[in-house]
């Protein structure tokens, strides 16, 4: 036995730690980075709760705060006092109205683009749905451009756009926001980051995700998730998204490629994928599979889903059965990702979030029999309260990303 | 729309920074931490040499080493000039002989014990087959307890043992080193670390954990995917355990019982797993699976794989067939893990470094035609240089991380 290869743990992080030293200019930053957060993310405070919520002495709260004001992006107004003596903290707040991000969510069945201030409120949004069928990257660069201005028109004059996040459903190459593959839009290998930024001629970042990725986000920030550690998110369409957050912390994979679940071979001998493999989950789990279980045209997409959901409201033993079918696959596959990754939250977005409650008996019994003991007890099925707007959140998240890590990026 | 429920950022971490504000006083622990780990992992190095790995300053580092000197943990030598001019820089190591944690595997087939120093050096260690029985943890407790005096007997007697880590093939509860469930080895519940740690009588911390979870550490940290963000571990015995490591943060989901990759369903019609469910992909890829296809009894455990991988080395067709069957299921689950992680490198571990020389054709050829081509273009399948070890160097290293985090739990 030898100790094997060495390796600078610099190059993983496998063993915990930053790969390097902490220089104290870089403190100032991070502790900036860490009210903001605080603000944007559980809302205004006063310096004494700010104290609270950082770890951090009131005095150096007082003087970020300070800084934070300065670049525009905090409002500090005295808080009227409360009758205890001493004077009051100030409260402070997140411009909201001042500082904006553009989100986009571009999926099969829909596209839609919001205007989200500091803090999470969504200022201005609008949606537009998709008929099924293969659309040039370029016509939807123009449409989403067209969007954005509908929605930029409805913000204050000295709002300041900080950033663009987008989220697509295909895979997505992070680093240099290109989507390699979309198969249920039937795009392939597109610099989508670089075209809808040209389109839009804001000069700020534009950052691209898979929608699965950023739906999990958005349901563990502002979702029904939200505080939970280990969560993976599923979206259903025509394909099935999915994100993973283990231990807080997002698995991106290699270039952040990770999270294809709907491409778990789960069925060997099932149905051709259009990714080109067999038995994929979504293959028996995606609105293609409902509609073709109920008999209908898996081509009439979202309006065949919401025939069939209205019919099963209704009691159609068909569409039960279909819906039934389909939640058998839906807890085979989920027992697979409790048994692999251990969540505390599975978040059902998307069609799933709809169709859930009549397929919840077959679910519940899959996981019952396919997932360990141990992993099953601890946890929970939940539909998505964001519905399908997760994806559109979490791409604002993906947007305020760079300033939330980084608030000096804004001049003073 | 509505932006759902606020949550505090620090309840999760997936916005990516941590919780709380840093002070000052943290600074200088975690720039210990950082030498130490570099010493431990990168080996010996000049001041000069720990500057350039870590971006601390010249003086910074200077004071650091000095720090861990007067610890016990690092020998400081003056190297012997190299003609350059100035003083040559003292040369920094970790004093390994003194600096000890005791590492322990418990696997199906065998256990294993060993002793090793700071640095990574193995001490000493031994290993003892198992049979296939159900063996009360009380007599393996005492096993291993013995196992352990055998080691330490050949340290120096100034060696300072530091902690003990175990990787166990089994759940294992993280908080409290609690094994929750060993399907293949008989155990259900047992409070492993802490009836291993009184059999020790070490007063220092036990330390337990899955074995894929250590063989993945092993493997991203001092084996063939030293320097890797994106590993796999899979390690093949009677069951299929799993580590996974994304982007250089082991993904442990819920305390710790995440990564059975062995119990995914993979194909629902298949056979009784031991773990009580259907289909398991263990029940397909494990040593059970591959001796019953080639016609051997499955509890002659690894006996029967020895004889078997001899068969296909001297070319008898119905090894060769049942290797082959094997791995066209190897192949579909790691397309599926292809898909949902994204990894760069999966390291095959345990019996699969052995048979996967048989088997190369039929997994490639399955994971070609079921992972998506994005994500199997940018990952290698590698058997794995530490073998049956990589669970045993991972419990070392486990053993190692509070010292290594927090070098300042050793009194100077």
Redesign the interface.
């Known amino acids: ?18 790969p ?5 200019e870089a ?1 100032r930053q ?2 900036l ?3 903001l ?2 603000l ?4 205004s405070a006063s310096r004494s709760e700010l104290v609270v ?4 002495t009131r005095s ?1 709260v007082g003087a970020l705060v300070t800084d934070l004001v300065g670049r525009g992006l905090v409002d500090e107004q005295r808080a009227s006092s409360d009758g205890s003596p001493g004077r009051p903290s100030p409260i402070a707040s997140p411009r909201s109205a001042q500082n904006v991000v553009i989100a986009v969510s571009v999926m099969v069945d829909f596209v839609a683009v ?1 205007a989200v201030g500091l803090g ?3 200022l201005a ?1 609008v949606r537009v749905e998709r008929r099924r069928v293969e659309q040039p990257v370029d016509a939807m660069i123009a449409t989403l451009a067209d969007l954005a201005k509908q929605v930029r028109r409805s913000l204050e004059p000295d709002a300041v756009i900080h950033g663009v996040g987008v989220g697509i459903a295909g ?1 997505v ?1 992070r680093a240099d926001n290109r989507l ?2 979309a198969p249920n839009i039937g795009w392939h290998d597109e610099p989508f980051g670089d075209l809808l930024a040209e389109a839009l001629g804001l000069d700020v970042e534009v950052s691209v995700a898979n929608d699965g990725d950023l739906g ?3 349901e ?5 998730a ?5 969560v993976i998110y599923l979206s259903g369409e025509v394909g099935v998204g999915g994100g ?18 709907g ?6 001998d099932g149905r051709r994928c259009s ?4 038995g994929c989950w979504e293959t028996e789990v995606g609105e293609d599979a409902l509609l073709r279980r109920a008999g209908k045209d898996p081509s009439r997409g979202l309006a065949g889903a919401d025939e069939l959901i209205d019919e099963a409201a209704s009691g159609d033993a068909a569409a039960l059965e279909a819906l039934a079918a389909n939640g058998r696959w839906l807890g ?2 989920i ?2 990702l409790v ?6 939250v599975i978040v059902l977005g998307g069609l799933l979030h709809r169709t859930y409650p009549y397929m919840i008996d077959e679910v519940e019994s899959a996981v019952a ?7 099953r007890k ?2 929970r099925i939940v539909p998505s ?2 519905g399908i ?1 997760s994806s ?2 979490g791409a604002a ?1 993906l947007a305020w ?1 760079s300033v ?2 980084d608030p000096t990026r804004v001049a003073g």
């Not at 563990?220 to 029904?224: D, K, M, P, Q």
């Not at 939200?226 to 280990?230: D, H, K, L, P, S």
């Not at 990714?275 to 067999?278: D, F, K, M, T, W």
């Open positions: 036995m030898s100790g094997g290869r060495w390796s600078e743990p610099g190059a993983t992080a496998a063993a915990g730690t930053r390097t030293g902490i220089r104290s403190v991070s502790n980075a860490t009210i957060r605080s944007h993310y559980a809302g919520r950082t770890g951090l150096a919001a999470g409120g969504v949004s895979i190459r390699v593959f999990a986000l958005a563990s920030l502002r979702g029904v939200a505080g939970v550690a280990n993973i957050i283990s231990e807080g912390v997002p698995i991106t994979g290699r270039v952040g490629f990770a999270g294809e679940v491409h778990l071979p789960l069925n060997p990714c080109g493999a067999v085979i596959g027992a697979g048994n692999v990754f251990a969540p505390q029999s396919r997932a360990l003991d141990a992993l601890g946890v309260e964001l707007d559109l959140i998240e990303q939330l890590d």
